[in-house]
């Protein structure tokens, strides 16, 4: 079993920058596959990135690529989402999940087993 906890959002202005974290805490998280997911107000949640722990791999949504970077540093159990030249539709609601031994390339949320809170960003001027 994997508890993740986000922080890190906020209210930005376009073209600004966040970095988000999720932190993880529980047995064997090198076994996941973490994912970003994000849902904006009146919108189905859609997935933003994952990466393998393993490997480090990661995959993006093609609408962010080049603007948003997923890294990891396993000495805090901390997955993190670079967040470049955010724009107005980037704005929702950022959740961590956890994919017990899948990979980077998962971008269905019913294959995710445990999810954060969840962080607002707001990208607005």
């Known amino acids: 079993q994997v508890q993740l906890v986000e922080s890190g959002g906020g209210l930005v202005q376009p073209g600004g920058s966040l970095r988000l974290s999720c932190a993880a805490s529980g047995s064997s998280v090198w076994t996941y596959a973490l994912g970003w997911f994000r849902q904006a107000p009146g919108k189905e949640r859609e997935f933003v990135g994952a990466?393998?722990?393993?490997?480090?791999?990661?995959y993006y949504r093609d609408s962010v690529k080049g603007r948003f970077t997923i890294s990891r540093d396993s000495t805090k159990n901390t997955v993190y989402l670079q967040m470049n030249s955010l724009k107005s539709e980037d704005t929702g609601v950022y959740s961590c999940?956890?994919?017990?031994?899948?990979?980077?390339?998962?971008?269905?949320?019913?294959?995710?087993?445990?999810w954060g809170q969840g962080t607002q960003v707001t990208v607005s001027s």
């Open positions: 999940a956890a994919n017990k031994w899948g990979t980077e390339h998962e971008d269905d949320d019913r294959e995710y087993t445990y």
């Open positions: 990466i393998t722990w393993a490997n480090d791999s990661t």
